[in-house]
């Protein structure tokens, strides 16, 4: 890790750079942390924690472990100290500026969302393990489906289901939307019974190895109002073009225009209310935002990327549509890890 400590500080100009957020202390020591902060040099880097995790800490991180109760910097330590403002809050940032008046702290944002964007080999092993069991949750409860039962029933249904098989917890509460309740995004599952002529919209994902699995997929109960199944198929093939484009050098941006283009052809463009998809890994909405306005548009695909790729149209009083699925970007193009699932 020292070179991209290296480069984190050489791009803000830093003499060092505290961590606290404790999904990159996870990424970058292994350890589950509810508090603690690791000090970045160019040559080292120093875990503090506090005395829960000290002796833990020390038997199994792979970087010298202080209390933290004693103090991150000695007061010689002059110079730049970078922190993560899109994690520290103002009170915090105030509390370092009393505790540590001698240190000049710059805000930087996401400091490591450039190392964590690519996966290493072992990520990908876990995100897909993640995309596997996030699967067969999904059949699991496509089975379950009949007239009567309810959204949350569905719900409480996969997560027990994943967990029984080895899930550390679910990436999200399963949206679970019936009927009309799909044209809500984030439709929270409640106690909406299933009707035959219904459509089913269901946005799971699975923990597995720390790393989250993210799918949506349409089910028709019955006979379908032809007015959402053109939804879907319109989504449908715009989510193929795009996923079809993916490949290394291409701009995230110009995927989300991809799609749009579909949808303003189609004359649906309006009923599309969201970006195109989201970086995952251990969170799961994380660095890159697929969007064509957004601060990322101009960031260009590279081998070892992970990320979603889900268009969706919504029409209140009708229903919604989004088809989603998780893409790692390879030299040879998309790799879908749930391809097949239907």
């Keep these: 890790m020292n070179s991209s400590f290296q480069k984190i500080l050489k791009d803000f100009s830093l003499l060092a750079c505290v961590i606290e957020n404790p999904t990159d202390l996870l990424y970058l020591t292994g350890l589950e942390l509810s508090k603690g902060v690791l000090l970045m040099e160019p040559e080292k880097a120093t875990l503090f924690v506090d005395g829960r995790y000290l002796d833990a800490a020390r038997k199994s ?34 509390a370092l500026c009393k505790q540590y008046p001698f240190v000049e702290w710059i805000a930087c944002q996401n400091p490591l969302k450039t190392i964590r964007v690519c996966k290493t080999a072992e990520e990908i092993v876990s995100l897909k393990r993640a995309a596997d069991l996030t ?37 999200f509460s399963p949206i679970i939307a019936f009927g009309e309740n799909s044209a809500y995004p984030h439709h929270r599952a409640g106690k909406t019974l299933l009707k035959k002529g219904q459509v089913v919209l269901i946005d ?33 093939k715009a989510q193929r073009k795009a996923v079809e484009a993916v490949q290394v050098g291409v701009k995230l941006g110009w995927l989300d225009k991809l799609v749009r283009e579909e949808f303003r052809a189609e004359g649906v463009e309006s009923l599309f209310t969201h970006g195109l998809g989201h970086g995952i890994g251990l969170d799961t909405h994380e660095y890159p935002r697929l969007k064509w306005d957004g601060e990322d548009a101009d960031v260009p695909l590279k081998a070892g990327m992970v990320f979603t790729i889900e268009p969706g149209l919504y029409q209140p009083g009708l229903g919604g549509i989004r088809y989603e699925d998780t893409i790692l970007v390879t030299e040879r193009g998309a790799e879908n890890f749930f391809a097949g699932v239907e």
């Design 61 to 94: 991180s792979h970087f010298a472990v202080e209390p933290i109760e004693e103090g991150i910097f000695p007061e010689n330590f002059l110079g730049r100290i970078g922190f993560d403002s899109s994690f520290v809050t103002y009170d915090r940032h105030q």
């Design 135 to 171: 699967a067969q949750g999904y059949r699991f409860i496509c089975g379950l489906l009949k007239e009567g039962i309810s959204e949350e029933e569905l719900a409480f249904e996969f997560e027990f289901f994943c967990r029984k098989k080895g899930a550390s917890g679910l990436s």
């Design 204 to 236: 799971v994902g699975a923990i597995v190895d720390q790393y989250r699995g993210d799918m949506t997929r349409i089910v028709f109960f019955g006979k379908a109002d032809p007015k959402i199944i053109r939804l879907f198929e319109i989504v449908k």
